[in-house]
């Protein structure tokens, strides 16, 4: 035990030991920088030169457009682009729909599959738009029967909210 406790003195010790850095011109031997330095302070400079280091260089990535040349992040513009293009190729989608009915239907006409005086532009493009099922909004019973407990429940609470009033008046 005591062994440990002399090797991690020793250790300690080490670490603030003053050392001096000396940088001399090699023709002349002249004395260019005179440092004096220990273990422990080189060690907390570096770590902290290293975690300005990483900061810096989050925050010129996270809040610059210098994100934008890392592969995976891609430019806002880059984004708006692509949902507007969405948008139109969407559209553009439901107006060659209509237009391959609208066609279609002529084909049929000119080919005397339907008679000419029941064909109607109008009736074909309302055809393709009421394809959607009808929703049934109705409540059902126990959404009847949760209404109406909720219902009893905020009258039971009025009386008695107007019966503490009036007690707090007398």
Known sequence: MSNNRLKRKKFFDRLLIKNRLIILNEDTFEEIFSFKLNIMSVFVSLSLGA???ISITTVLIA???LREFIPGYSSSKLKRDATVLALKSDSLSSALKK???????IQKVLNGDLEYAKFNKDSILSSNDNTSEPVDLS?????KELRER??????????SQKGDSKKKAR
């Open 99 to 105: 237009n391959e009915l609208y066609i279609k239907s």
């Open 150 to 159: 909720v219902n009893k429940e905020e009258k039971l609470d009025a009386k």
């Open 63 to 65: 809040f610059t457009p």
């Open 139 to 143: 409540p059902s019973t126990k959404e």
């Open 51 to 53: 975690i300005f280091l």
